[in-house]
């Protein structure tokens, strides 16, 4: 067990809904990053949070968003969902930007109908 | 994009054989990790290199890497059924520091 972990498990939603996930990071670690893995394929970055500032961004576009609160909890945003948003949603938390190893959660299984 | 690339994509052994993976990445790093992913669940961090170290053990893990070729190897010794899992390589790139790449993954099954 890592420490983090992530809610909801599964959720299904319609093309053109928005959607939240959250991830719930271990005590101290000020860092989050939220990583889009496809089936099949391994997780891409999607950007990382620190003290509550976005501190770098993946290749994806601005419907993708987020935010962290004091309390070690974070959200990933995602609006105008399209079919490819279909994916595994894996948050990671450390304790800060430069350190090695980053603590996953179990994901969330985001499928788009 | 994916930085990395593992190989092979997919590897089927006995238990108690080893089991050698190989991670191949694109630009330079300032380290490399190995995790593994049981059933599309989360991640599980197994091992970091530094790219001034060469190889690197943990327990019946051995990591090599080679960053004059730009590649890395993972060794599992005495392999066991609950080593079944895709292992992955990520790389934490010199000109970004806080954005991890992961590979495409390896999916290793080992048969009891």
């Known amino acids: 067990e890592t420490g983090v972990t992530q809610s909801p498990t599964h959720l299904i939603k319609t093309r053109g809904q928005q959607v939240t996930l959250r991830c719930s990071s271990q005590s101290g670690h000020n860092t989050v990053s939220w990583y889009q893995q496809a089936l099949g394929q391994g997780p891409q970055f999607i950007f990382q949070?620190?003290?509550?500032?976005?501190?770098g961004r993946g290749n994806f576009p601005p419907r993708f968003s987020g935010l962290q609160f004091p309390n070690y909890s974070s959200e990933l945003n995602v609006n105008a969902l399209e079919l490819d948003d279909s994916a595994l949603y894996l948050c990671?938390?450390?304790?800060?930007?430069?350190?090695?190893?980053?603590?996953f959660g179990p994901g969330t299984r985001l499928t788009v109908l | 994009s994916q930085q990395g690339e593992e190989d092979p994509q997919a590897l089927s052994i006995q238990e108690g054989e080893n089991a050698t993976m190989n991670c191949s990445y694109k630009t330079s790093i300032n380290n490399l990790q190995w995790y593994r992913q049981n059933s599309g669940r989360g991640l599980v961090h197994l091992i970091l290199?530094?790219?001034?170290?060469r190889e690197k053990h943990s327990g019946r893990l051995r990591v090599t890497l080679d960053t004059s070729k730009k590649s890395s190897s993972l060794l599992i010794t005495a392999s066991r059924a609950a080593d079944t899992a895709s292992y992955f390589c990520?790389?934490?790139?010199?000109?970004?520091?806080?954005?991890?790449?992961f590979g495409t993954g390896t999916s290793l099954t080992v048969i009891p």
């Open positions: 990671a938390s450390s304790f800060t930007t430069s350190t090695d190893t980053q603590y």
């Open positions: 290199i530094r790219s001034n170290e």
């Open positions: 949070y620190y003290r509550e500032e976005e501190n």
């Open positions: 990520a790389t934490d790139l010199t000109n970004t520091g806080n954005q991890f790449y």
